[in-house]
């Protein structure tokens, strides 16, 4: 079958003609041969299709702690590969050359989803990530990658803004074995304005996946000078993940810079992340984490009970890790939440493309 006619599913017609895309909260409406917001789901001939099933925008090996995942399988390398197009309309995207194409010629490597498993097992990676853009838009062939992967005993992972509807996202997480989630900021304000969405939805994936599913689940916002970065809006944000999350869930403060439709904000200081994570922790919150700067502290993973460190980066580089494969704290036993095994090395800080071409 031609991925451009792949079909699509979680869809209804209404009354007035019209079909209906029910994936995301954005609802959309369509007559005939239009293009959902995403760019990606379109409706021909009465059907839904997804027109970029099996074509990717490239793949890459990278750190896990790149997605980032500081504590799922620390030190461990990823697949990595997005399609295109987004269900969101950040006005800050730091990916926008690939989440807000429109050009499929984009689309430069066809794979299907065992050779997507086979070449992650070959090349010894721990995990696929679904990233780049949000898989959401793409998952029936992010649901078949994770089914494939997990009979080559292949891990998966959701890189999202987590924007679904409930039906839709319980079907696409059971497929998911750690995610982390974009949570953009925490008024709807922000969302509305900045991303063309709601606060609520992404709210309300993370509560299902930490209350719901045995998803490993970490978050990161992105801090925006003058937008969401606010010591109000952040110990709120704060205060939520404590009450209806827990203590453990990893949260990663990272920077912003100048791109898309935003060139004219300045880079997020490194003094406002080090604030946050300050903000973070005396909120309760366990594991807290710096992004796209260089802070060692930022980066580092300490046990909760005696404040030992544990996991000490460089960048995306391990300095020193001292997590038991039963995943505690060596010195006081405490268990420090994640997903962890035996650590033999490090991928390292590397970056590594690869081609993988295949007809789907």
């Not at 709807?188 to 992404?202: I, Q, T």
């Amino acid at each position: 079958m031609n991925e451009s006619e792949y079909p699509g599913r979680w869809w209804h017609m209404l009354s007035d003609g019209r079909m209906q895309c029910d994936l995301c909260p954005r609802d959309c409406r369509l007559h005939e041969g239009q293009r959902g917001a995403c760019f990606v789901r379109m409706r021909s001939e009465d059907r839904m299709v997804l027109t970029t099933y099996g074509r990717s925008s490239g793949f890459c090996i990278d750190p896990i702690e790149k997605k980032p995942l500081n504590q799922f399988y620390p030190g461990s390398s990823i697949l990595s590969f997005g399609t295109a197009g987004c269900n969101l309309a950040c006005k800050f995207c730091q990916n926008w050359d690939i989440s807000k194409s429109r050009d499929m010629d984009r689309l430069a490597d066809q794979a299907s989803p065992d050779a997507i498993a086979k070449a992650a097992l070959a090349d010894g990676c721990k995990s696929v990530a679904f990233t780049y853009n949000d898989p959401i838009i793409f998952a029936e062939y992010a649901m078949d990658i994770a089914d494939a992967c997990h009979a080559q005993g292949v891990q998966t992972v959701a890189v999202t803004a987590g924007y679904i509807h409930e039906a839709p996202r319980r079907e696409f997480f059971a497929k998911m074995d750690a995610a982390n989630v974009d949570l953009k900021a925490f008024t709807d304000d922000f969302y509305y304005k900045l991303c063309g969405a709601r606060l609520k939805p992404v709210l309300d994936t993370l509560t299902y996946l930490r209350h719901e599913t045995d998803v490993w689940v970490e978050i990161t916002t992105l801090l925006i000078p003058g937008k969401n970065d606010s010591n109000a809006e952040i110990e709120a944000e704060c205060k939520w993940i404590r009450k209806e999350l827990g203590p453990d869930v990893p949260v990663h403060f990272t920077a912003f810079h100048p791109d898309y439709k935003m060139p004219d904000i300045p880079a997020t200081p490194a003094a406002t992340l080090r604030r946050a994570r300050e903000i973070a922790l005396g909120e309760g919150l366990n594991y807290v984490f710096t992004g796209n700067v260089h802070d060692e502290r930022g980066g580092t993973t300490y046990c909760p009970s005696c404040r030992t460190a544990l996991i000490v980066r460089d960048w995306y580089r391990i300095e020193e890790y001292r997590v038991t494969a039963e995943g505690k704290c060596p010195d006081c036993g405490a268990v420090i939440a994640g997903r962890y095994g035996e650590f033999t090395g490090q991928f390292g800080r590397r970056r590594i493309p690869i081609a993988i071409h295949t007809p789907v």
